[in-house]
Nanobody, 126 residues
């Protein structure tokens, strides 16, 4: 069982930055792939970024490439999402997710994850 707790959300002006954190319970954090998804009101939950268990490979949605960066600290059981140059369309509830070592093709889908956090709200003012 893995429990995930996100933090770091808030209100930011367009062009600003935020860093989200996701603290995971459990001693096997280093063996889990980690991902970030987001859901805006009235929309589906969308993939944002993922990082393999080893930390050596990352994946991003086209909409955030070059602006967001995912990283992990296995010693702290924490995954981060650094968000720069934020746009109003980035506003959403951001969810952290943990998954076993599923095929790479699943990392951008909800099927690639077994556990989800409660989410943290990100609001971007124009």
């Amino acid at each position: 069982q893995v429990q995930l707790v996100e933090s770091g959300g808030g209100l930011v002006q367009a062009g600003g930055s935020l860093r989200l954190s996701c603290a995971a319970s459990g001693r096997t954090f280093s063996t889990w792939n980690m991902g970030w998804f987001r859901q805006a009101p009235g929309k589906d939950r969308d993939f944002v970024a993922a990082i393999r268990w080893s930390g050596g490979t990352t994946y991003y949605a086209d909409s955030v490439k070059g602006r967001f960066a995912i990283s992990r600290d296995n010693a702290k059981n924490t995954v981060y999402l650094q968000m720069n140059s934020l746009k109003p369309e980035d506003a959403a509830v951001y969810y952290c997710a943990a998954g076993q070592n599923y095929p790479m093709s699943l990392l951008s889908t909800e099927d690639g994850y077994d556990y989800w956090g409660q989410g943290t709200q990100v609001t971007v003012s124009s």
